[in-house]
């Protein structure tokens, strides 16, 4: 009965990651800015009602998928061993602060050539600690852009306001530049690896959670059962480490040397 349960639980956690992954959409208060622009904002309390993340973003036109995020020390030297390849766009100041997570040719391109785009994401990834605030990533997918943005300390929600103020005005320049773009070329902006990308972390995270569940029955039944459950586990372990290193070969053989390969090994 628990293999059929470990096996059920696995295949329904595989492909609620995998939608999630497809699926990063979110729902969130509405709000206008003083140049009457609407945008979206979430707020994620932690311990003590703090605020733990927020989420900035407006509507933005359909068709597109990428990522940009801060490069890392990391980032720099996966890409210094060609574990990684990362598109540069030839803008020194923007190819060492931002981390393109897109392996699109056209959005490349893009990047390349469209200063008004890349001015405005330079922009956004330089606020910093006189903002109280550090942006993780901003993602645009499902009809939206939108910023995540990590609280430092003394970041309040009267803050909230103020950054949105700053920030909307430059996802709507991005939108607005992105509207100018004929359709067929911006129709062409979906990532090539993202759904391979959202099967592999999909797999992996169903079997950390069905994992977690089996653990939690072995700690607490493990008196109750007859069988051996400690030579049990040591080949559930052996097993489990076996097909963590057969699902990292198949990303670097799925993924190549793609910009999100190390990403996704670490994960």
């Known amino acids: 009965m628990w293999v059929f349960f470990g096996f059920i639980t696995f295949i329904s956690f595989t492909i609620y990651f995998w939608y999630k992954r497809l699926n990063s959409s979110w729902e969130g208060e509405i709000k206008k800015t003083e140049e009457n622009i609407v945008y979206h904002y979430k707020v994620t309390h932690g311990e003590k009602g703090s605020i733990a993340q927020l989420l900035i973003g407006i509507d933005a036109p359909e068709g597109y998928d990428y990522t940009l995020k801060k490069e890392s020390g990391f980032d720099r030297f996966v890409?210094?061993?060609?574990?990684?390849?990362?598109?540069?766009?030839?803008?020194?100041?923007?190819?060492?602060?931002?981390?393109?997570?897109?392996?699109?040719?056209?959005?490349?391109?893009?990047?390349?050539?469209?200063?008004?785009?890349?001015?405005?994401?330079?922009?956004?990834?330089s606020f910093g600690r006189t903002s109280k605030c550090r942006v993780q990533d901003l993602q645009h997918n499902s009809g939206r852009l939108w910023l995540t943005i990590v609280p430092l300390e003394g970041f309040n929600t009267k803050r909230t306001f103020v950054l949105a103020s700053k920030i909307v005005p430059l996802l709507h320049t991005i939108a607005k530049e992105l509207k100018t773009i004929p359709w067929t070329a911006s129709k062409s902006w979906k990532d090539p690896f993202t759904t391979k990308a959202a099967i592999l972390l999909a797999i992996s995270s169903a079997m950390a959670v069905n994992g977690g569940i089996q653990l939690v029955r072995y700690i607490n039944l493990s008196n109750t059962i007859t069988l051996d459950t400690d030579a049990l586990l040591i080949d559930a372990l052996m097993l489990g480490f076996s097909l963590s290193i057969a699902l990292a070969l198949i990303a670097v053989y799925l993924l190549g040397r793609s910009s999100r390969t190390h990403l996704i090994l670490i994960e």
């Open 79 to 125: 890409k210094s061993i060609g574990l990684s390849i990362e598109h540069q766009t030839g803008n020194i100041k923007f190819d060492t602060l931002v981390y393109i997570l897109s392996d699109n040719i056209q959005f490349q391109k893009q990047l390349s050539s469209d200063g008004v785009i890349v001015d405005s994401f330079l922009k956004i990834f």
